[in-house]
């Protein structure tokens, strides 16, 4: 069974830093695009960028482009989401999802709540 | 980047309703053209991919045409499970993928 299974809930401060995770399992993890999309709160979704697990080579939305850093460990099947100084803005749920054949993403994780909050 | 704009945002309906929801691009996206299912609390669910094709388990009184611009969602006979929220989504331009704003399905 293909999962995705995302790290839990985090509140932090602004300023700090934070590296959220999304562990595959049930597929060749290096087969598959892993995206990140954002969901601020009452809010439609947000394509962040992309990663390719095999040889960590990214994609970002020009939105997201120097504010995240997405990363992996193929040897961990695990992909990340970092930030290295947060913002109250940055407050949402973040998703990873597999990107499947056909560009769809097929497979999405349950979900991280960042809270960043003074 | 293209931009997907769905209509309505918002919708009534009863159980056992027909519903369409429709979503245009402001450039040709060709057939790139994916449907999700959010219901609150949780993740979205993939339910079209390519326009027309209906994702596994999914069940078949969810329907999806269109191609270049104009794209619809259709729900041949609304059941209980299916008020959420939906998402059309654009895979042409990858990696620059878009989502539409949404439509709310609520309950009349």
């Known amino acids: 069974e293909v999962q995705l299974v995302q790290s839990g809930a985090e509140v932090k401060k602004p300023g700090e830093s934070l590296r959220i995770s999304c562990k595959g399992s049930?597929?060749?993890?290096?087969?598959?695009?892993i995206s990140w999309v954002r969901q601020m709160p009452g809010k439609g979704l947000e394509w962040m960028g992309r990663i390719d697990p095999s040889d960590s080579y990214t994609n970002y939305s020009p939105s997201f482009q120097g504010h995240v850093t997405i990363s992996a460990d193929k040897s961990i099947s695990t992909a990340y989401l970092q930030w290295s100084s947060l913002k109250a803005s940055d407050t949402a749920m973040y998703y990873c999802a597999r990107g499947g054949a056909l560009r769809r993403f097929d497979y999405w994780g349950q979900g991280t709540l960042v809270t960043v909050s003074s | 980047d293209i931009q997907m704009t769905q209509s309505p945002s918002s919708l009534s309906a009863s159980v056992g309703d027909r519903v369409t929801i429709t979503c245009r691009a402001s450039q040709s996206i060709s057939s790139y053209l994916n449907w999700y299912q959010q219901k609150p609390g949780k993740a979205p669910k993939l339910l079209i991919y390519a326009a027309s094709s209906l994702q596994s388990g999914v069940p078949s009184r969810f329907s999806g045409s269109g191609s270049g611009t104009d794209f619809t969602l259709t729900i041949s006979s609304l059941q209980p499970e299916d008020f959420a929220t939906y998402y059309c989504?654009?895979?042409?331009?990858?990696?620059?993928?878009?989502f539409g704003q949404g439509t709310r399905l609520e309950i009349k």
């Open positions: 989504q654009q895979s042409y331009s990858t990696p620059r993928i878009t």
């Open positions: 049930g597929y060749s993890f290096t087969s598959y695009w």
